[in-house]
């Protein structure tokens, strides 16, 4: 299996564009995770997904961070319009129902907003 | 509130000796527990875990150690090797949750 696979790795934008991060999960898991990595606020989750369907949302930060999973090997996380303040990296993980909650986790998008 | 920390921030070891990492929970309620490394650039990844009904776990050249009466957890590393530098994390799971709460990181620099 080829893990969990984010796209783009980097991302550098001006402030005010749009920007979407893409997750490709790993085949069969069921969970899925969004989460925002920086120096100061360490690795925080935004929002998680159990069989495509938003469970809890309540770390997104505000209106302009959106995400979806259309189906079980796809969910993209959008930010529109992005802020300076929003350069960080964003991971992606997975999971699968079992007697763990062990979450694989992506290489992750480094974005820089100008 | 309730949440998951680490003790200390760095962690500097001479290459050949053990390191131990240390993570404070505050949620009596968490029921496993998991220990990740991240090297620069790169996602978190798995290293060990343990459930609330162990004390002790040991996988190859680590060892998590839990102590519930006080709420904490270590990582420890046999004979660190260079390849051991990075940032580790504790996390946490409550009960019937699928979320992970993250601690803050400790970074591990291994001196040659």
């Known amino acids: 299996d080829a893990g969990v696979i984010q796209s783009p790795r980097h991302e550098v934008t001006e402030m005010g564009q749009e920007v979407t991060l893409r997750c490709k999960p790993i085949?069969?898991?069921?969970?899925l995770f969004w989460y925002r990595q920086t120096m100061m606020r360490g690795l925080e989750l935004l929002i998680y997904f159990n069989n495509n369907v938003p469970i809890d949302d309540s770390g997104m930060p505000e209106d302009r961070f959106s995400a979806k999973m259309p189906n079980a090997s796809f969910s993209t996380l959008k930010i529109q319009p992005s802020e300076p303040r929003d350069s960080a990296v964003y991971f992606c993980?997975?999971?699968?129902?079992?007697?763990?909650?062990?979450?694989?986790f992506g290489p992750g998008t480094r974005l820089t907003v100008l | 509130g309730e949440s998951v920390g680490l003790h200390l921030p760095t962690l500097s070891v001479q290459e050949g000796d053990n390191s131990i990492i240390n993570c404070a929970y505050s949620n009596s309620a968490s029921d496993y527990f998991i220990w990740y490394k991240q090297e620069s650039g790169k996602g978190p990844q798995f290293i060990i875990d343990i459930r609330s009904n162990m004390d002790k776990r040991q996988g190859q050249r680590v060892t998590v150690l839990l102590n519930k009466t006080v709420k904490h957890l270590s990582l420890q590393i046999a004979a660190t090797q260079p390849g051991d530098s990075a940032v580790y994390f504790c996390a946490e799971n409550r009960k019937g949750d699928y979320k992970l709460s993250f601690g803050a990181g400790t970074t591990v620099t291994v001196r040659a």
């Open positions: 993980a997975s999971s699968q129902r079992g007697w763990n909650n062990e979450q694989f």
């Open positions: 085949s069969g898991h069921d969970y």
